[in-house]
């Protein structure tokens, strides 16, 4: 069965510098959440979006946004890195319409590390 | 307020031990849905099982057995037999709505070390 798809897996970025991640989720899952987690911490909600339009927002810096396209993949832009952003950012989709009942499907993370 | 607590940070057992690990979970939501999933060391997350307030039957799926009680507030987590493979960080999560769409309060996650 298909899962939820992230690229890159793995980044190494300078302070200062910008990253994008990418998210591609199930098919027909029509939700999209972005989490971070520090080493060693749970994973924090940053942002989610339904039917290509941001839904909630969490503990998201301003550095940081995000969008979802039409073709329902999403995409977290992050701006001026500094050394506290490096973290594994998980993406995850689940099918919205009926609620909190289903399960999100995580994608693998992306690890990004920043020097 | 909404949170959940795993108060267990880190449990060592030897193979084929039983263990539980608790998890608390505070809400005013008189409907809401409880999860737990798994982290191994590859780092990615697995959905274990989910269960909805309104179902207070326990489950049991090989190993695995929950035991949820409302009155408690509680949603616990018992490997039976355990084995090496069940090394990993366990997370129990709150699936929470503030504007419509839901998501997930995690607990701090209790790390399981399974000793051969």
């Known amino acids: 069965a298909a899962g939820v798809i992230q690229s890159p897996r793995h980044l190494i970025k300078e302070k200062r510098e910008t990253a994008t991640l990418k998210c591609y989720p199930i098919p027909r899952h029509d939700t999209v959440y972005w989490y971070q987690q520090g080493p060693g911490q749970d994973p924090q909600f940053l ?11 969490g503990s998201i810096p301003d550095r940081f946004s995000a969008q979802q396209f039409s073709d329902y993949h999403s995409e977290l ?5 500094e050394l506290g952003d490096s973290a594994l950012y998980f993406c995850a989709s689940s099918l919205g319409i009926a609620g909190g009942y289903n399960e999100q499907f995580f994608g693998p993370g992306t690890r990004l590390t920043v020097l | 307020a909404q949170k959940v607590t795993q108060a267990q940070t880190e449990i060592s057992v030897v193979e084929k031990e039983d263990v539980t690990l608790d998890c608390v979970y505070e809400t005013r939501d008189t409907t809401y849905y409880l999860f737990w999933y798994k982290q191994p060391p590859s780092g990615e997350l697995v959905f274990l099982i989910r269960r909805n307030s309104f179902d207070e039957q326990n489950e049991i799926s090989g190993r695995y057995s929950w035991n949820f009680q409302k009155s408690t507030s509680s949603f616990n987590f018992t490997i039976t037999a355990s084995q090496v493979v069940d090394s990993a960080v366990y997370f129990c999560a709150l699936s929470v709505s503030t504007s419509g769409t839901y998501k997930y309060i995690f607990g701090t996650g209790t790390r399981l070390k399974v000793l051969a």
Do not use: R, V
């Open chain 1, 47 to 57: 942002i989610s979006f339904y039917e290509k339009m941001q839904s909630d927002k």
């Open chain 1, 77 to 81: 832009n992050m701006s001026s890195l």
